[in-house]
Structures are given as C-alpha cells and as structure tokens.
C-alpha cells in the first residue's frame, strides 16, 4: 500500500495565520489526492479534491498544490472555525489516509 | 437534503458480528460507490472497502480481506457493513462515505458526503 505522510502532526497557529500543511506520498499518486477536515465528534468534510479543486462550499481560503509525491494544503488567514484535524488521502491505488495534522489554538 | 444516516451505537463481546446500516436520501444510491472508513478513539481514519450499490461489486482492504462483508438493498436505498471476529482492536467509530468518481479511470475519487458515524465497542 501506499504510505501518506503528513507533517506536522500538530501546529499552533493563531487567527488570521496563513497555515501550510504538506503531505508527502511513498511513491508517486499524481494528483489523486484528497484534503479533509474533521472536527471533533464529526465526520470528515471534503475541502480539496485532486490536488487542488475546491469542493463545493468550502471557503476560498482554503487552497491545494502538488503533483507526484509531494503536496500542501494551505489555509490563508485561519478562522476560528478552521481549528481542527486534517488528512490527506490517496486515490491512486489501495485507497491510504495520512495520519492527520492537528491545528491548534496557539 | 443529500445525506447518509447510519444505524446507532453497538456494543458487542469478543468473537462477536455487528452489522451497521448506511442510509442514503437525496439522491439515486445506485449512481455513487458506498464506502467505509473506521476511526479508533482518538487515531486516524482507515479506509476498510467499497461497494457499489448498482452492481453489488465490492473491494476489500486487506486488512479486512474474510472478515468485512459489505452488501445493500437497493429498495430501501441501505448499504450494510458486517464485521466479524471481533477484537477490542476493532473498538472504533464507522463511517460510510459517498464515493465520488470525476472520471471513467477510476483514479479520481474521493468522499463528498460521510454519514454521521457509528460507535462499535468491543468489550468482554
């Protein structure tokens, strides 16, 4: 299976912070790749699909970049409500989730 | 309303089956995948198969391979995903996810609607 690397794990940002989160796969998915959002006590939320669509809804702040192994999700001037847990997925082979990156008060 | 409702909470002992229900509205279920994904408390989300309501094809993790069944029935738009053997290792909130496609490849797909999960304990 393919690995998904995320990092950090965890970061303290504070509002109106541009956050960058990068995911990095074990071999190359192009950009099958995929952002969510996860709230505690929620389900995830899609905010990013292929790399760097938008999903419908989800506020512009909210960007993707990357092709191949290497990838980012960018928050630009982080909200109160963007506090939270993201992951990254693959959907190129064996569907693989990241193990998350937690965004916290700082 | 576009959404997945699953079935409630269950608690069962070791060696035990539980089997949770998806249920879809808002939309015609045989036209997107139904997919799982399990969390355990306080870990990252692990993707267990797929289905696909139309065909009733499906695709397993390895994990999972001889111990996840995922089935449906199309006449009351309802996925099911039953687990058996079970362990406390597989203690863990469920989710079924709408499985996406954007193209006939197959590669672009992703999970735009989750149902609200399920709580599945384990426990002797």
């Known amino acids: 299976d393919i690995q998904m690397t995320q990092s950090p794990s965890s970061l303290s940002a504070s509002v109106g912070d541009r956050v960058t989160i990068t995911c990095r796969a074990s071999?190359?998915?192009?950009?099958?790749l995929n952002w969510y959002q996860q709230k505690p006590g929620k389900a995830p939320k899609l905010l990013i699909y292929a790399a760097s669509s938008l999903q419908s809804g989800v506020p512009s702040r909210f960007s993707g970049s990357g092709s191949g192994t290497d990838f980012t999700l960018t928050i630009n001037s982080l909200q109160p409500e963007d506090f939270a847990t993201y992951y990254c997925q693959q959907s190129y082979s064996t569907l693989t989730f990241g193990g998350g990156t937690k965004v916290e008060v700082k | 309303q576009v959404q997945l409702v699953q079935s409630g909470a269950e608690v069962r002992k070791p060696g035990a089956s539980v089997k949770v229900s998806c249920k879809a509205s808002?939309?015609?279920?045989?036209?997107?995948?139904i997919d799982w994904v399990r969390q355990a408390t306080g870990q990252g989300l692990e993707w267990m198969g797929w289905m696909s309501p139309n065909t009733g094809n499906t695709g397993y993790a390895q994990k999972f391979q001889g111990r996840v069944t995922l089935t449906r029935d199309t006449s009351i738009n309802t996925a099911y995903m039953e687990l058996s053997s079970l362990t406390s290792e597989d203690t863990a909130v469920y989710y079924c996810?709408?499985?996406?496609?954007?193209?006939?490849?197959?590669?672009?797909?992703?999970?735009?609607?989750w149902g609200q999960g399920t709580m599945v304990t384990v426990s002797p």
């Open positions: 808002g939309y015609t279920v045989t036209t997107y995948d």
């Open positions: 996810a709408r499985g996406r496609h954007h193209d006939t490849s197959g590669y672009l797909y992703d999970f735009d609607i």
């Open positions: 071999q190359s998915i192009s950009r099958y």
